[in-house]
């Protein structure tokens, strides 16, 4: 597994991104997350999507913005952003992991792979 984040940015409040987590190793079976850190906070939980399909959002982060899905043809998992706002300005970063059940989704400690992290800089 190579993972592969990008699609950061810098976008005024209300705007859209996309983040995609792509992995360049073409690996199958994996769960994974997307979480996201501000300077200054921990690491939380923003979506993940279990293999093969079922998905969980951080409710009190996603608020209905936040879409996930997933291109399995291009080994690339999606987090469309809509209505950013400037507490969303953190660096993302995507996770993968093998054998997770729906509840670990948003454990951190329960995925392998992590990438490299996508600034996404939400002003006002």
């Known amino acids: 597994v190579q993972l592969q984040a990008s699609g950061g940015g810098l976008v005024q409040a209300g705007g859209s991104l996309r983040l995609s987590c792509a992995d360049l190793?073409?690996?199958?079976?994996?769960?994974v997350g997307w979480f996201r850190q501000a300077p200054g906070k921990e690491r939380e939980f923003v979506a993940g999507?279990?293999?093969?399909?079922?998905?969980?959002y951080n409710a009190d982060v996603v608020k209905g913005r936040f879409t996930l899905s997933r291109d399995s043809a291009k080994n690339t998992v999606y987090l469309q952003m809509n209505s950013l706002q400037t507490e969303d300005t953190a660096v993302y970063y995507c996770?993968?992991?093998?054998?997770?059940?729906?509840?670990?989704?948003?454990?951190?400690?329960?995925?392998?792979?992590w990438g490299q992290g996508t600034q996404v800089t939400v002003s006002s």
């Open positions: 190793g073409r690996s199958s079976g994996y769960s």
């Open positions: 996770a993968a992991g093998r054998s997770l059940i729906f509840s670990s989704l948003p454990r951190a400690g329960a995925y392998e792979h």
């Open positions: 999507i279990r293999w093969p399909g079922s998905i969980k």
